[in-house]
């Protein structure tokens, strides 16, 4: 238990430190390392916290970290994942806010910003391409003609403006009707 803890501490960690750009744009990095690297979860059961992680408040990285460090080690694995998903941020945000006013004008610190955003773009097109095209253990994809057409009327839905909510709920008990439970 405590070896998982300590790996789940030091994955998270390096997701903090490396995953630029946002939750989004992380959820190639955290794919990597819970999926691919470690074996917790089946690439079914990330995309299923993702979407709860997606439907609850708060930052998406932070909810899946919560998510998937109760799914491998309960309510400790919670914990150490959520603890060192933000030690990161954290510690950069303080020495940023340290330093930015002596920084803010430096042409070197504008542009490694300015050569980050294709970077990010591309991190963002990635976790994108992780959650349409999610594959089972297997090689095939569990995404089926039902899913796409509760995409579509959800997508169709939206730009009506129909009620964000509303349509998650109607989309959760579409799904629980054709899938079950």
């Known amino acids: 238990m405590i070896a998982t803890l300590l790996q789940l501490l030091l994955s998270y960690l390096k997701i903090g430190f490396f995953g630029f750009g946002g939750?989004?744009?992380?959820?190639?990095l955290i794919h990597s390392e819970v999926v691919v690297n470690n074996?917790?979860?089946?690439?079914?059961e990330f995309s299923d916290i993702i979407a709860i992680s997606?439907?609850?408040?708060?930052?998406?990285?932070?909810?899946?970290a919560t998510y998937i460090g109760y799914e491998v080690a309960g309510v400790a694995g919670a914990v150490v994942a959520t603890v060192a998903v933000c030690i990161p941020a954290l510690t950069i945000m303080m020495?940023?806010?340290r330093f930015f006013l002596k920084l803010h004008n430096n042409r070197?610190?504008?542009?490694?910003?300015?050569?980050?955003?294709?970077?990010?773009?591309?991190?963002?097109?990635s976790a994108a391409l992780l959650l349409i095209f999610p594959h089972t253990d297997d090689g095939r994809s569990f995404i089926d003609g039902w899913s796409w057409a509760?995409?579509?009327l959800t997508l169709a839905a939206s730009a009506r403006k129909v009620n964000p909510i509303l349509l998650i709920v109607l989309s959760?008990?579409?799904?629980?009707?054709?899938?079950?439970?």
Do not use: D, E, H, K
């Open 23 to 28: 939750g989004y744009a992380m959820l190639s």
């Open 150 to 152: 509760i995409f579509l």
């Open 95 to 97: 020495l940023i806010t």
């Open 172 to 181: 959760g008990v579409a799904g629980i009707v054709i899938y079950g439970l």
């Open 54 to 64: 997606q439907m609850t408040p708060g930052p998406i990285a932070l909810n899946s």
């Open 39 to 44: 074996g917790w979860l089946t690439n079914g």
């Open 108 to 125: 070197y610190v504008a542009s490694v910003v300015w050569c980050m955003r294709p970077v990010v773009v591309g991190m963002i097109a």
